[in-house]
């Protein structure tokens, strides 16, 4: 598999997989072998969910298969950021008090990305507890910029942005409250919208008051489509 698929948008990756140019596993498996491979210098994945993932795109690739309506962004992988919750997959929110934390089920915003089709690769750095611009959790590896590994990725959602660029994912998840979408993107050249309040919802639990979901990708399209 060529790593020129790697830095296809996410609504094309979406639209080979429906017309079967690709499948939701070869794709899983193109992101998990960069990963693996890029992923100990950059430090933009806190959390690798290797088996989770490739899970999901088996049941993406036989649903796929058995016809039927299916979710505008299925079997394409995804990253999501280490603040929010995820069923089954570690969730330190940068803090080594929680280095071993695996939830038990989704917050709100992952189970929408979930319900959108979205295979999820692994959670994204972010500073503890988020409230830096710069992506380095004392107890983790720091995230590094794509562009040049002895400057910052930015943050809080920079573990997001460094992914994106070095072709770590095709689209991604983040947040933002002051800059922590917007900085990362101007510092790794990505695009990113942190959303008008309540445009995200949270429901059924409260908003944050701080900070607000938000998409990020490499092309406006992707990031569009990811907020709809």
Same mark, same amino acid.
């Given at each position: 598999?060529?790593?020129?698929?790697?830095?296809?948008?996410?609504?094309?990756?979406?639209?080979?997989?429906?017309?079967? %140019?690709?499948? @939701?596993?070869?794709?899983?498996?193109?992101?998990? %072998?960069?990963? %693996?491979?890029? #992923?100990?210098?950059?430090? /933009?994945?806190?959390?690798?969910?290797?088996?989770?993932?490739?899970?999901?795109?088996?049941?993406?690739?036989?649903?796929?298969?058995?016809?039927?309506?299916?979710?505008?962004?299925?079997?394409? @992988?995804?990253?999501?950021?280490?603040? #929010?919750?995820?069923?089954?997959?570690?969730?330190?929110?940068?803090?080594?008090?929680?280095?071993?934390?695996?939830?038990?089920?989704?917050?709100?915003?992952?189970?929408?990305?979930?319900?959108?089709?979205?295979?999820?690769?692994?959670?994204?750095?972010?500073?503890?507890?988020?409230?830096?611009?710069?992506?380095?959790?004392? /107890?983790?590896?720091?995230?590094?910029?794509?562009?040049?590994?002895?400057?910052?990725?930015?943050?809080?959602?920079?573990?997001? /942005?460094?992914?994106?660029?070095?072709?770590?994912?095709?689209?991604?998840?983040?947040?933002?409250?002051?800059?922590?979408?917007?900085? @990362?993107?101007?510092?790794?050249?990505?695009?990113?919208?942190?959303?008008?309040?309540?445009?995200?919802?949270?429901?059924?639990?409260?908003?944050?008051?701080?900070?607000?979901?938000?998409?990020?990708?490499?092309?406006?399209?992707?990031?569009?489509?990811?907020?709809?």
């Amino acid at each position: 598999m060529s790593d020129d698929l790697a830095f296809v948008s996410a609504l094309d990756q979406a639209s080979m997989v429906r017309s079967h %140019e690709v499948s @939701p596993v070869e794709l899983a498996e193109l992101y998990l %072998e960069r990963i %693996e491979r890029i #992923n100990p210098r950059l430090g /933009a994945y806190l959390t690798v969910a290797a088996d989770h993932a490739l899970d999901t795109a088996r049941l993406a690739e036989k649903a796929l298969g058995d016809g039927g309506d299916l979710p505008e962004f299925h079997g394409v @992988p995804i990253s999501i950021k280490d603040l #929010n919750d995820t069923a089954g997959i570690r969730t330190t929110h940068g803090t080594a008090a929680w280095s071993e934390r695996i939830p038990g089920r989704d917050d709100a915003v992952v189970a929408k990305i979930r319900g959108a089709g979205f295979v999820i690769l692994g959670k994204t750095v972010a500073p503890e507890f988020g409230p830096l611009n710069v992506s380095e959790p004392p /107890a983790y590896p720091p995230g590094r910029n794509p562009w040049d590994l002895e400057r910052s990725c930015g943050g809080s959602s920079g573990g997001a /942005a460094s992914a994106l660029v070095a072709g770590l994912c095709p689209i991604s998840q983040g947040s933002d409250g002051g800059g922590s979408i917007r900085n @990362p993107s101007s510092w790794c050249g990505s695009y990113g919208i942190k959303p008008s309040r309540s445009r995200v919802s949270s429901a059924p639990g409260p908003d944050s008051f701080f900070s607000i979901n938000g998409p990020m990708g490499r092309t406006v399209a992707d990031t569009a489509a990811l907020l709809d």
